[in-house]
Nanobody, 125 residues
C-alpha cells in the first residue's frame, strides 16, 4: 500500500528557502499524479503544485508561480517542492498526496488520496 511521508518544513525568514520532500513507500510514484497542498489556520486546503504522472503537465497556483518548483526523483521514489523567496503568507501545513488518473481540475485537493501527515512551514522574522 502506498504511504507518503513529508519532511523538510521548518521556520524560515521571509525571502528564505526550503525544500520539502514527499517520500513514498510501496508502489512507484511513476504512475501517479502527485500534488502538494497546503492549509493555513482557518483557511481551506489549497493546491500549491501538481505534476502529471508522465511529467508533461505541471500546475502551480498563481501565488507561487516563479517561486516554487515541483520535481520527481524516480530512483528515490520521492517528490520535492523547492520553495524560494518565501513569504509570510506561505505559512501553512504542507501535504503531499496522489491521484491515479486524469480527472480535472488537475490540482483540486478532494481528488487526491493517500495523504501524508504534513509538514509545518512557518515564514516569520
Amino acid at each position: 500500500q502506498l504511504q507518503l511521508v513529508e519532511s523538510g518544513g521548518g521556520l524560515v525568514q521571509p525571502g528564505g528557502l526550503l525544500r520539502l520532500s514527499c517520500a513514498a513507500s510501496g508502489p512507484s510514484l511513476d504512475s501517479y499524479r502527485i500534488g502538494w497542498f497546503r492549509q493555513a489556520p482557518g483557511k481551506e486546503r489549497e493546491g500549491v503544485s501538481c505534476v502529471s504522472n508522465n511529467n508533461d503537465s505541471i500546475y502551480y497556483a498563481n501565488s507561487v508561480k516563479g517561486r516554487f518548483t515541483i520535481s520527481r526523483d524516480g530512483a528515490k521514489n520521492t517528490v520535492y517542492l523547492q520553495m524560494n523567496s518565501l513569504k509570510r503568507e506561505d505559512t501553512a501545513v504542507y501535504y503531499c498526496a496522489v491521484h491515479r488518473g486524469t480527472l480535472q481540475p488537475m490540482c483540486v485537493w478532494n481528488l487526491y488520496y493517500n495523504w501524508g501527515q504534513g509538514t509545518q512551514v512557518t515564514v516569520s522574522s
